[in-house]
């Protein structure tokens, strides 16, 4: 089993940057792919990020991509997502999953419980 705990989440003006982070147990954590996404209320799930368990392969969603950066320490069990440049529209609860990679939820086997991400303008 590997579990996932997200913290960092907070309130932030626009413009401004936070730091998330997810910590991780179990063995297989350094095989997983890991990936970051965010629903905000009243709608569906959203990718935000994802990185492979080696760290040489990232991908982004295109409404974060050169704002948000992930990466990921295996020797700390742990991954992050740096996120600058915060806009009103990036509100939203933030979750960090382990699965075999990809953008689709149901490609992600692990769920942290998830942290919130508030922008005001």
């Known amino acids: 089993q590997v579990q996932l705990v997200e913290s960092g989440g907070g309130l932030v003006q626009a413009g401004g940057s936070l730091r998330l982070s997810c910590a991780a147990s179990?063995?297989?954590?350094?095989?997983?792919?890991m990936g970051w996404f965010r629903q905000a209320p009243g709608k569906e799930r959203e990718f935000v990020a994802a990185?492979?368990?080696?760290?040489?392969?990232?991908q982004y969603a295109d409404s974060v991509k050169g704002r948000f950066t992930i990466s990921r320490d295996n020797a700390k069990n742990t991954v992050y997502l740096q996120m600058t440049s915060l806009k009103s529209e990036d509100t939203a609860l933030y979750y960090c999953?382990?699965?075999?990679?990809?953008?689709?939820?149901?490609?992600?086997?692990?769920w942290g419980r998830g942290t919130q991400v508030s922008v005001s303008s």
């Open positions: 990185i492979s368990w080696s760290g040489a392969r990232t």
């Open positions: 999953a382990a699965g075999d990679g990809g953008t689709y939820s149901y490609d992600y086997n692990y």
């Open positions: 179990g063995r297989t954590f350094s095989r997983q792919t």
